[in-house]
Nanobody, 123 residues
Framework: VQLQASGGGSAQTGGSLRLSCAAS????????IGWFRQVSGKEREGVSC????????HYLESVKGRFTVSRDNAKNMVYLQMNSLKPEDTAVYYC?????????????????WGQGTLVTVSS
């Protein structure tokens, strides 16, 4: 049972990256899935989440209009398209699956976590 995040790397300000998260041994459909990020010394924060019941989405205010979360239930994968990247987006990004169907940004609602992928945005 695992989530495998990939797609991180380096980008310049204004650039784009697409993160992917592949699930094995667990289903992603019907559950909230989320992307979180963490900077060393700071709390892990919710970036985006998507409901498993109606595909409703929520975003951290600072990424609204720039990031887009999506899922492909047939492939059991989730994605985070990140555009117009800023240096403050630099962090380790984690994908996660909640134990709930509705979208939630509370990290305590998530029971399965990927290993994290580093995103570095330079100015």
């Amino acid at each position: 049972v695992q989530l495998q995040a990939s797609g991180g790397g380096s980008a310049q300000t204004g650039g784009s990256l697409r993160l992917s998260c592949a699930a094995s041994g667990l289903r992603l459909d019907q559950y909230s899935i989320g992307w979180f990020r963490q900077v060393s010394g700071k709390e892990r924060e919710g970036v985006s989440c998507m409901s498993g019941s109606d595909d409703g989405t929520h975003y951290l205010e600072s990424v609204k209009g720039r990031f887009t979360v999506s899922r492909d239930n047939a492939k059991n994968m989730v994605y985070l398209q990140m555009n117009s990247l800023k240096p403050e987006d630099t962090a380790v990004y984690y994908c996660a699956r909640a134990r709930l169907p509705w979208a939630t940004a509370d990290k305590h609602d998530y029971e399965y976590w990927g290993q994290g992928t580093l995103v570095t945005v330079s100015s």
